[in-house]
């Protein structure tokens, strides 16, 4: 019986047994739970096919979709203490973001990059939620700061696309300082006239949302996407009161004032675009027509 079950069963096991698929190729969409090649997801644009589901796109992903032809220049990010404050919990806070650091290959939950869109020159600055949920720190506020800075010295349009669970616990009052600080680099954007447009993505919420999330010329928001200060269940219990149903998703938002359009991946680019070109070029295209008589009307 030991022979049998020791060595001949693996053996049939062996032959018998479906050859393992790596996990890479698959992904799993979490709303509607269908599998979906990786391929015929990234071609996509990591939207599923089967339910409409916008999966988080990553920073590189998302560049490559909004610049004219995927062609832009990233910009090197002030550098910013790595512990300021020592902070330890179930592990060090150090570690944790050497970990994020090897994870994602990048500095800090925030990239920045310029290059063209439709044309025009444009500074975008975008956050990876999978940096310690893209929360905000002092690297984060640099960033902001550094794009703001960058959109006034090239005479550009800002967008910045955040994907935070707010600011960041590890860095106390240091992160909520960011609040600030990116709201003034924001100000400092509107006040060159320049446009300066968010697009709200899954999710939005804490300190992010409290403070340059929302003050964006144009909100634009990804659908289903949360957007929001607290959470759902945090809300539901200080008020003990059941929320509305789909209460701070984008679709809600918009029906309430506080996102202007909601739009789907496929579309942002081209209504991106478009809207750049109203706001950079608000002169008619070519010259006006004067209508026979219409001097005459104008003197009655």
């Known amino acids: 019986m030991n022979w049998l079950a020791n060595l001949v069963r693996p053996k049939i096991q062996k032959w018998v047994r479906p050859k393992d698929v790596p996990d890479h190729l698959w992904n799993k969409c979490p709303a509607c739970a269908n599998m979906i090649f990786h391929r015929d997801l990234e071609k996509n644009l990591f939207v599923c096919q089967h339910c409409g589901h916008h999966l988080k796109l990553a920073i590189k992903d998302r560049f490559a979709m909004l610049f004219d032809d995927g062609l832009f220049q990233k910009i090197e990010l002030p550098k910013a203490p790595a512990d300021p404050l ?10 944790r973001l050497k970990e994020a650091q090897n994870r994602t290959g990048e500095a800090d939950a925030i990239q920045v990059a310029h290059g063209k869109m439709g044309g025009i020159g444009v500074v975008i600055a975008a956050f990876d939620f999978h940096f310690l949920g893209g929360s905000m720190g002092v690297a984060v506020g640099e960033g902001l700061v550094a794009a703001a800075e960058l959109a006034v010295l090239q005479d550009a349009p800002l967008i910045v696309v955040p994907a935070s669970g707010g600011a960041r616990m590890q860095e106390g009052i240091l992160s909520l300082m960011q609040m600030a600080r990116s709201t003034v680099a924001v100000g400092r954007v509107k006040e060159k006239g320049l446009p300066y447009i968010v697009l709200l993505t899954d999710p939005t919420t804490g300190g992010v949302t409290a403070s340059f999330a929302m003050l964006g010329d144009i909100a634009l928001a990804e659908p289903g996407a949360v957007i929001g200060f607290a959470g ?6 200080t008020i003990r009161e059941k929320l509305p149903e789909g209460f701070q998703r984008s679709e809600y938002l918009e029906e ?11 579309e942002l680019r081209a209504t991106l675009i478009r809207l750049l070109g109203l706001l950079r070029n608000p002169k008619p295209a070519g010259d006006l027509l004067r209508l026979p008589g219409a001097d005459v009307k104008a003197a009655r």
């Open 86 to 95: 020592r902070f330890r919990d179930l592990k060090r806070y150090g570690d």
């Open 232 to 237: 759902a269940r945090v809300i539901e219990n």
């Open 256 to 266: 309430h004032g506080m996102v202007d359009m909601v739009v789907h991946r496929h």
